[in-house]
């Protein structure tokens, strides 16, 4: 009897369980699934680690008057935005508000981030409020007073361009008086 031996052929491993690669789909799988995580991951962590308090505070205020714009022509009264230049806050009371309720308001005050401050508020055509408080009054009819917000963290400047008319509020770079924001328009 002759015994037939049996050459080996050279094989695939594909499946065997001593492979020890990644197939394509694993690493394209893996892949796809890293850049899902960086994609929803790096804006909240790029905010946390490199949070600029000043364009912090200024989108703040800018949605705060335009909540304000629209509530007093919705409810048809004049809103008063209050800022407290001491505690770096600001409140909002209707202007038929009695003292005692504008005092409860206050207790609700909003702070701006941590190191940043309203460094005055200039109101077209009067003087500039810079001590204690400074309020910007927006009418029931849909316009606001023409102001200039200044805030200001560490060297860095920004100011809030209120128009009256205009629902929008521009915010630009610096310290800029009312005349250079119009050039700047």
């Known amino acids: 009897m002759k015994w037939a031996v049996k050459k080996k052929t050279g094989t695939s491993t594909v499946g065997s369980l ?20 960086l994609y929803l991951g790096l804006p909240a962590l790029r905010d946390t680690l490199l949070d600029d308090s000043l364009k912090s505070a200024s989108r703040q205020l800018v949605g705060a008057v335009r909540e304000l714009r629209s509530e007093a022509v919705r409810e048809q009264v004049d809103y008063v935005l209050l800022f407290d230049f001491s505690r770096n806050s600001y409140w909002t009371y209707t202007a038929d508000m009695t003292p005692e309720k504008r005092d409860e308001r206050r207790h609700y005050a909003k702070s701006l981030p941590e190191g940043v401050r309203v460094q005055d508020i200039h109101l077209v055509g009067r003087e ?43 915010v630009l770079e610096g310290y800029v008086d009312y005349e250079q924001s119009l050039e700047e328009m």
Not at 18 to 37: A, C, H, P, R, W
Not at 134 to 156: D, N, S
């Open 18 to 37: 001593n492979n020890s690669g990644y197939t394509l789909i694993e690493l394209i799988v893996v892949t796809v699934l890293i850049g899902i995580v």
């Open 128 to 170: 500039r409020q810079e001590e204690d408080e400074g309020t910007i009054t927006f009418f029931k009819q849909g316009y606001v007073q023409p102001a200039l917000i200044h805030l200001a963290w560490g060297e860095r400047r920004l100011t809030l361009v209120l128009e009256p008319f205009l629902s929008t509020v521009k």
